[in-house]
Nanobody, 124 residues
Framework: QVELVESGGGLVQAGGSLGLPCAASGRTFSNYVMGWFRQAPGKEREFVGAINWSGGITNYADSVKGRFTISRDNAKNTLYLQMNSLKPEDTAVYYC?????????????????WGQGTQVTVSS
């Protein structure tokens, strides 16, 4: 069992930045591939990005590539999502998630553990 808790959400103006940490507890954090997903009102949950166990491999959705950066600190059991150049269409609840395996996945069903989510609102 892995417990995940996101924080850092809030209201930010378009063009601004926000960082979201995701604290993990329970089983060994470094055993898991970690992902970020988001869900906007009335829309399906969508993949944002993922990072492998060591942090050496990341992949991103095209919509956030070049603006968002995922990183992890296995010593602190924490995953991060740094969001820059935010747009109103980035408004959503952001979730961190954990899965077994060696590589990230865009498929949310492959992730076994989920946080409760944190709201990010970008005003125009």
């Amino acid at each position: 069992q892995v417990e995940l808790v996101e924080s850092g959400g809030g209201l930010v103006q378009a063009g601004g930045s926000l960082g979201l940490p995701c604290a993990a507890s329970g089983r060994t954090f470094s055993n898991y591939v970690m992902g970020w997903f988001r869900q906007a009102p009335g829309k399906e949950r969508e993949f944002v990005g993922a990072i492998n166990w060591s942090g050496g491999i990341t992949n991103y959705a095209d919509s956030v590539k070049g603006r968002f950066t995922i990183s992890r600190d296995n010593a602190k059991n924490t995953l991060y999502l740094q969001m820059n150049s935010l747009k109103p269409e980035d408004t959503a609840v952001y979730y961190c998630a954990a899965k077994w395996g060696s590589m990230g996945s865009v498929i949310d069903q492959e992730y076994k553990y989920w946080g409760q989510g944190t709201q990010v609102t970008v005003s125009s």
